[in-house]
């Protein structure tokens, strides 16, 4: 937790802005982010006819694959494919005393685009149509999937001259609401002025926007701070896409003396908004994929 200088911030001694998670692993926010930002609007994964399996075990497989994918925020469902579907191709093959299943991500003119084998699986469960059996083969190859996706739209983002891999991300920020003082307008300027850089451009109108960033500032009555009544202050910076849609926030939260924010904020607002900038970009880069590593189209199958 980060505490901010008591020369530059007189008012916030006993306190600090939290970064809370997802900013504490963007690594992890990354994966989740970009694999539910894939263009196909679902991943179906229908019953395998090869999988050394009876049709009732084949089709708990299948299910069990769908809610492993939605476990990683994969918008995946178990059914047949219907045109313009992205789909999961299973099948299964012997090796010693094991069972090998192999899983391919099919795109939606039928072409393998990348494949994987699971982990070795006791033939005697799998004959068996054990539902733990079939249920751990697919929750332990969920994130590799996903993991392919993830490459997979860096490809497509690769390829895309106007995605935001060869361009800098337009974000259209609102404002700030609901501060005291003068911190509507001193907060918007200082983060006006922070969020720019290499890989975002700030604008004032939403048209041609990538993203909308608005701040949303709440307070309200705490305890006590040293002995003196205290305020409780919120600021949360929503990142939301074209459609409306949340793509991260980043919440500050502090505790102040009781309306010591009341007139001018002076170097508080410079620094909560220096603060918010790089959360703000941390989520664009984060729900856009921009710096994944694209997955080559000749991906070869990994085994386990």
Known sequence: MRRFLPVLLP???AGCFDMPHPF?????????????????????????????????????????????????????????TKPGDWWVKMS???HNASVIPHYVIMTPDGKARAESDGPAVDMAGWSAGDAMALKGAATQEA??????????????MQQDQHSLMHRAARIYFSG???????????????FYASLPDATNSVQTQPKGA???????????????????????????????????????AATQLHDIPAHSLDGAWGDTASMAAEEAAGAVRTIVTNYSGRD????????ATKSK
């Open 11 to 13: 008012l916030c001694l």
């Open 143 to 156: 994130p590799e999937l996903a993991n392919l996706l993830t490459g997979i739209q860096a490809d497509m």
């Open 210 to 248: 990538d993203f909308t960033v608005r701040g949303v500032v709440k307070l309200a009555d705490g305890g006590s701070l040293d002995g003196k009544p205290s305020q409780h202050i919120e600021i949360a910076w929503h990142v939301l896409t074209p459609d409306g849609k949340e793509a991260g």
């Open 92 to 94: 299964a093959r012997t």
């Open 176 to 190: 700030v609401t609901g501060a005291p003082g003068d911190g509507d307008k001193s907060l918007a300027r200082a």
């Open 24 to 80: 504490s692993d963007p690594g992890q926010r990354a994966r989740q982010l970009a694999t539910a930002n894939l263009p196909p609007a679902r991943l179906a994964v229908p019953t395998p006819a090869d999988s050394l399996l009876s049709d009732d075990a084949a089709q708990l497989w299948a299910h069990a694959l769908a809610e492993a994918m939605v476990a990683q925020s994969v918008p995946a469902i178990a059914q047949p």
């Open 292 to 299: 994944h590593t694209p997955l080559p189209v000749t991906n």
